[in-house]
T-cell receptor, first 115, second 112 residues
């Protein structure tokens, strides 16, 4: 089954404790992206990747890191989480990125709470 | 910078009625996407509109794109309860970095 998976789905952590949210897709997609969703603010892009070893900042990259060492995986790293990073996070992928007019497939989401 | 505005943000309608959700954007773009999000769930692609005048239909939903007016509409025909969800439009912005700019979403409740 074609899908985007994220782990963990739920996470409660404390300020400053490094964490990684994994994202994996099995569709051989080139483009992958991370979003955060907050009430009243809609979806905001954190980082995206056009292909392996190619990443770039989205609208709200501060406090986040990403890497794309393999095509299928695109982990999101919070080196020192803070309470303002409490949010619902989505990973997404698409076959050819935005230039190709491709729809994005979203993972199930990770609900992160930082206390 | 590109801004995307959806209206209404909240919509309560009766089953069987028709309604239209509007998505306005502020800068030239010819690619627009509609997504659906059920409560507590992820986002699902509904339509990809890639040119002026594009129209796509799926069941009771029909989306159109007018790039000259910088407007997309999502028309709901004879609404049913199963259409209750939040609907997002997103516009492809080929600015400094190609990215999607999202509207805030329209929360639709279809009542019996």
């Amino acid at each position: 089954e074609a899908q985007v998976t994220q782990n963990p789905r739920y996470l409660i952590t404390v300020t400053g404790k490094k964490l990684t949210v994994t994202c994996s897709q099995n569709m051989n997609h080139e483009y992958m992206s991370w979003y955060r969703q907050d009430p009243g603010l809609g979806l905001r892009q954190i980082y995206y990747s056009m292909n392996v070893e190619v990443t770039d900042k989205g609208d709200v990259p501060e406090g986040y890191k990403v890497s794309r060492k393999e095509k299928r995986n695109f982990p999101l790293i919070l080196e020192s989480p803070s309470p303002n990073q409490t949010s619902l996070y989505f990973c997404a992928s698409s076959s050819h990125g935005l230039a190709g007019g491709s729809e994005q497939y979203f993972g199930p989401g990770t609900r992160l709470t930082v206390t | 910078e590109l801004k995307v505005e959806q209206n209404p943000l909240f919509l309560s309608m009766q089953e069987g009625k028709n309604y239209t959700i509007y998505c306005n954007y502020s800068t030239t773009s010819d690619r627009l996407y509609w997504y659906r999000q059920d409560p507590g769930k992820s986002l699902e692609s509904l339509f990809v509109l890639l040119s002026n005048g594009a129209v796509k239909q799926e069941g009771r939903l029909m989306a159109s794109l007018d790039t000259k007016a910088r407007l997309s509409t999502l028309h709901i025909t004879a609404a049913v309860h199963d259409l209750s969800a939040t609907y997002f439009c997103a516009v492809d912005w080929a600015g400094n970095n190609r990215k999607l700019i999202w509207g805030l979403g329209t929360s639709l409740a279809v009542n019996p």
